[in-house]
T-cell receptor, first 113, second 114 residues
Framework: KAGVTQTPRYLIKTRGQQVTLSCSPI?????VSWYQQTPGQGLQFLFE???????NKGNFPGRFSGRQFSNSRSEMNVSTLELGDSALYLC????????????FGPGTRLTVT | DQQVKQNSPSLSVQEGRISILNCDYT??????FLWYKKYPAEGPTFLIS?????DKNEDGRFTVFLNKSAKHLSLHIVPSQPGDSAVYFC?????????????FGSGTRLQVQP
């Protein structure tokens, strides 16, 4: 089975712009979660989508949003970028209960200048 | 408020010896625990998990132990190999509440010396 794929792998944006990141989960996985990794805050949960619905949300401002399509692919959007949004954004997919393992993609490295 | 803590930022062991990575948690609602291995600029790779109804789970060279009363888990790697050198993250999830968010520790950098 192919793993989780994320595009693009690297991105450079300017403050105030917006960005959209894409994630394709492992075939058959219906749950997609997004995480942010920064040196200061570590790995933090952004949100989780299941069957096109946001099921869980982390403690991030409304500038961070996402969606999931009927084929389980997911996109994450960040509007009005700030310097502090520079991070590695990771997508993870899961088959759901009874196991809770999440399998991560390679990430998108976002740099905001 | 860190709900999952990995108090050792780094660990160095000799090839062939045992590596023991530790993790503590504070949230009693956590009922499933996972260990991930991560290389720089890559996503975490799932290693092994354990449900709170068990106290041990083995998979090859990796064994995870859970002590619920102490809210402590550990990952044992035997024997350690140079390819095991990476950052290891402990993660926990509140499976029963339906909150499918992994809460991660800050990671332990393992270096296995040849």
């Amino acid at each position: 089975k192919a793993g989780v794929t994320q595009t693009p792998r690297y991105l450079i944006k300017t403050r105030g712009q917006q960005v959209t990141l894409s994630c394709s989960p492992i075939s058959g996985h219906r749950s997609v979660s997004w995480y942010q990794q920064t040196p200061g805050q570590g790995l933090q949960f952004l949100f989780e989508y299941f069957s096109e619905t946001q099921r869980n949300k982390g403690n991030f401002p409304g500038r961070f949003s996402g969606r999931q399509f009927s084929n389980s692919r997911s996109e994450m959007n960040v509007s009005t970028l700030e310097l502090g949004d520079s991070a590695l954004y990771l997508c993870a997919s899961s088959a759901g209960t009874p196991t809770y393992e999440q399998y991560f993609g390679p990430g998108t490295r976002l740099t905001v200048t | 408020d860190q709900q999952v803590k990995q108090n050792s930022p780094s660990l160095s062991v000799q090839e062939g010896r045992i590596s023991i990575l530790n993790c503590d948690y504070t949230n009693s609602m956590f009922d499933y625990f996972l260990w991930y291995k991560k290389y720089p600029a890559e996503g975490p790779t799932f290693l092994i998990s354990i449900s709170s109804i068990k106290d041990k789970n083995e998979d090859g060279r990796f064994t995870v132990f859970l002590n619920k009363s102490a809210k402590h888990l550990s990952l044992h790697i035997v024997p350690s190999q140079p390819g095991d050198s990476a950052v290891y993250f402990c993660a926990a999830i509140e499976g029963d509440t339906g909150r499918r968010a992994l809460t991660f520790g800050s990671g332990t950098r393992l270096q296995v010396q040849p």
